[in-house]
């Protein structure tokens, strides 16, 4: 018997941001289809229809000659874009991390946590769970978040 395969989780509210998002960064077609499959290359969820749809088109345009490469089919600039994706998502796990770490002090009394900010004892214990200096935790969080 066939196993049931769950549907990569996409609420309806999130289809049309994801389709702008495919626009401005074809790379992120690749990375969630990818989402749906395991490191060893099996399929371990249902690949939504838009994310099938999006990922057509852009081979449409290399089979129907439109383009001439599959770099020119998702945009041109492939590394680049995998790139900056890949900083993206460093990023954002930082910067979870760094929540995370918040709420953690924030739960400390004031007398285990010292005269130190929430914040900057965050910073100090994500940068060195993850191995970074705090100056580029500071600089992840101020460039993502504006702070």
């Known amino acids: 018997m066939a196993e049931e395969m769950e549907p990569l ?19 992120t077609i690749i990375s969630t289809y990818l989402q749906c499959f395991r490191s060893d290359g099996t399929q371990a969820r249902l690949v939504p229809r838009h994310v099938l749809e999006a990922l057509a088109q852009r081979f449409l345009l290399l089979m129907d000659e439109e383009t001439n490469s599959l770099d020119q089919a998702f945009g041109g600039r492939l590394a680049r874009q995998r790139n900056r994706l890949r900083e993206f998502e460093r990023d954002d796990h930082v910067l979870w991390e760094l929540e995370r770490a918040k709420k953690e002090v924030e739960a400390e009394t004031p007398a285990e946590r010292g005269a130190v900010t929430t914040y900057e004892i965050a910073v100090e214990r994500v940068a060195d769970k993850l191995g970074m200096s705090p100056d580029n935790v500071r600089r992840m969080h101020k460039k993502t978040r504006g702070g």
């Open 9 to 27: 989780l996409v609420f309806a509210h999130e289809i049309e941001p994801q389709k702008k998002m495919f626009e401005g960064s074809p790379v």
